[in-house]
């Protein structure tokens, strides 16, 4: 059984820090595609970031580019997102999640909310003015 746990959100100022954490358990952490995603009242569900666990490699949304960094804790088996210079529209419910990788393995998948099977209950960020 696959379980994601997210933690770290809150309450912050614009400008701000958060890092939020994804603690995982069931799979093999070290070849799996982890990603955040994020839902805004009224919203659909965006993609954030994700990273490549087995070389670390990392893909942005444009959104968020320069500001917010995901790494990875293989010991830990736990994801990361440390969010910087937060603004009032990054208000959102976060979401960590892991790539279905029986069916979808390349890049070009990576931001696609459908290729990924396993998700957590997310945490909730509120950035004020």
């Known amino acids: 059984q696959v379980q994601l746990v997210e933690s770290g959100g809150g309450l912050v100022q614009a400008g701000d820090s958060l890092r939020l954490s994804c603690e995982t358990s069931g799979r093999t952490f070290s070849t799996s595609v982890m990603g955040w995603f994020r839902q805004a009242p009224g919203k659909e569900r965006e993609f954030v970031a994700a990273?490549?666990?087995?070389?670390?490699?990392?893909y942005d949304a444009d959104s968020v580019k320069g500001r917010f960094t995901i790494s990875r804790d293989n010991f830990k088996k736990t994801v990361y997102l440390q969010m910087n210079s937060l603004k009032p529209e990054d208000t959102a419910v976060y979401y960590c999640?892991?790539?279905?990788?029986?069916?979808?393995?390349?890049?070009?998948?990576?931001?696609?909310?459908?290729?990924?099977?396993?998700w957590g209950q997310g945490t909730q960020v509120t950035v004020s003015s």
């Open positions: 990273i490549r666990v087995s070389d670390s490699n990392t």
């Open positions: 999640a892991a790539l279905d990788l029986q069916y979808y393995t390349a890049s070009y998948f990576y931001n696609r909310e459908y290729a990924y099977k396993y």
